[in-house]
């Protein structure tokens, strides 16, 4: 569909204004379900991630186990692990920041809405 298709020339400018805010809100809408998504399954994963890194560093000390096949309390290895976890952690906030924003912007949307509503139905009595 093209421009033209949506926004016809003899279409008054009010009109053309209105379906193009509409069109713009749907497109916002959907980005922010798209967000929300894609901010909880980043939860999950880097949730996951962060118990399975700290384990690797609690476990040897709460078990007593320091070998394996590799040494559990190598420096080299802690060092690596714990740069692993904070970056798990910066995930995580990523994560719920996205999560939160996208919450708080489907929230306005909806205000919006239901004041159009409002309004709609004011100009329809």
Known sequence: MSDTDEFPPEMPPGIQLARLNELFIQRVEEGISRLKVLAAVTLVVSFLLLVSYASQVILPFATGQTTVTVNLVDPILL?????????????????????????????RVRKLREEEDKMLKRIES
């Open 79 to 107: 060092v690596f692990e714990g740069l692993l976890i904070l970056l798990t952690i910066a995930w995580v906030y990523v994560g719920a920041i996205n999560l939160l924003w996208a919450r708080r912007v489907g929230g």
